[in-house]
């Protein structure tokens, strides 16, 4: 395979979204628009002397929701942090014709991220970047910081995300990859190294977090719930983190897995970075850090497997730069998972269970009206 060339690659200058372009013209004293990178969905703006963001929310994302994480974020012991965006006092959730939008802090610097060559549409590719020599650390602490600010937090109108509902939801995304994958007919080193890996980890997991009695109690915290070098910026202010729209209260567990294995891939290196990173603001328990490699493992699960979508059936062309991209941030994070595989705990998936799913999914693959193969019948005898 030729080798990706991952280098800075400049962003074409694209014009705003029109529906953001309206609003924006609509507005008294509003001047210098511009997209932002070549996302026509993201524009910049000047406003009073300040500069602004406003961006097209996803359509899962309503209107209220909105107006409820935007009050988490303005609370005074989160700007305290100086991690998060400020949203707008006076209008920081807009209904569009089609859509709702956000306007939140213009916040200085550049993305871990910042690559033309890793975008599609509009869109970053979210895989594995290895961070600035250090960075890895300072975001570490900022996100702890974080998570400890949050503890007492109110969590009015912010979702909750429990450990039961984390590992349901994450299984139920690993079944619709898994699907996709097999009925692509799609066969490669990659897709079965994953399919076999994956699923020991996604039943493994279930068993070992079922376990983990000490988790239920465990306090949560307010998390990003998408980190990803494309969220993090760096600039003369530090490090920000941008993108709160899958912002929830959960287990920190879930982030701290998050940072060791999407920025430089698991190893034991970048565990032993997070980690110490992370105790020097917030403390871990013995039982925390080893409930690590799970959270690691299943997110891994997911995340691998949405690369290899993209790299091998998504309807995108498979000789570009975006997709050698995939590929290869697939291998590193397949590699990452294999890796730690073994540190679940050995369980046997339900054999109940895996035979219900495998019926379920050879009734799927067949043509209407065909009749299962029948069972072959052996000639041997019996040993006497």
Not at 32 to 43: G, L
Not at 61 to 79: C, G, I, M, N
Not at 121 to 149: Q, T
């Amino acid at each position: 395979m030729r080798r990706t060339r991952l280098g800075p690659a400049p962003f074409p200058r694209v014009e705003p979204d029109q529906r953001l372009n309206a609003q924006l013209q609509a507005i008294e004293g509003v001047s210098n628009i511009d997209a932002v990178d070549a996302r026509p969905h993201i524009v910049r703006f000047s406003l009073d002397d300040n500069r602004w963001l406003i961006r097209l929310l996803p359509d899962d994302q309503s209107y209220d929701r909105a107006r409820r994480r935007h009050k988490w974020l303005a609370s005074e012991a989160v700007q305290k942090t100086g991690f998060v965006p400020v949203p707008s006092p006076e209008r920081s959730v807009i209904r569009l014709d089609s859509g709702i939008a956000e306007v939140v802090s213009d916040l200085p610097g550049r993305s871990w991220m910042h690559n033309n060559r890793l975008m599609l549409d509009g869109h970053s590719l979210h895989r594995p970047l290895p961070p600035p020599e250090g960075g890895l650390a300072v975001l570490s602490e900022a996100v702890a910081g974080l998570h400890l600010a949050s503890e007492q937090a109110d969590r009015a109108g912010v979702p909750v995300l429990t450990i039961a509902d984390h590992q349901r939801t994450q299984r139920e995304r690993w079944t619709r990859l898994r699907d996709t994958v097999l009925q692509s007919g799609v066969q490669t080193v990659h897709t079965g190294r994953w399919l076999s890996a994956s699923e020991r980890v996604v039943f493994a997991s279930r068993d070992v977090l079922a376990a983990a009695d000490f988790l239920p109690d465990q306090p949560l915290v307010v998390s990003h719930g998408d980190l990803w070098p494309t969220h993090v910026l760096d600039g003369p202010g530090g490090i920000k983190l941008i993108d709160w729209g899958t912002m929830r209260f959960a287990s920190p567990l879930i982030e701290i897995a998050q940072l060791i294995a999407r920025f430089n891939g698991w190893t034991a290196a970048a565990l032993e970075e997070v980690v110490e990173s992370y105790m020097a603001v917030r403390p871990l328990t013995a039982d925390d850090r080893r409930m690590l490699p799970v959270f690691g493992a299943l997110d891994m699960a997911i995340e691998t497997g949405r690369l290899l979508v993209t790299a091998y059936i998504a309807d995108i062309d498979q000789t570009s730069q975006y997709a050698e991209a995939a590929r290869t941030g697939a291998g590193q994070m397949l590699s990452s998972l294999e890796s730690i595989g073994w540190s679940i705990r050995k369980t046997n998936p339900d054999s109940k269970d895996l035979k219900r799913e495998s019926k379920e999914r050879a009734r799927a693959l067949r043509e209407p009206g065909q009749k299962p193969r029948p069972k072959i019948q052996s000639n041997k005898r019996p040993k006497q």
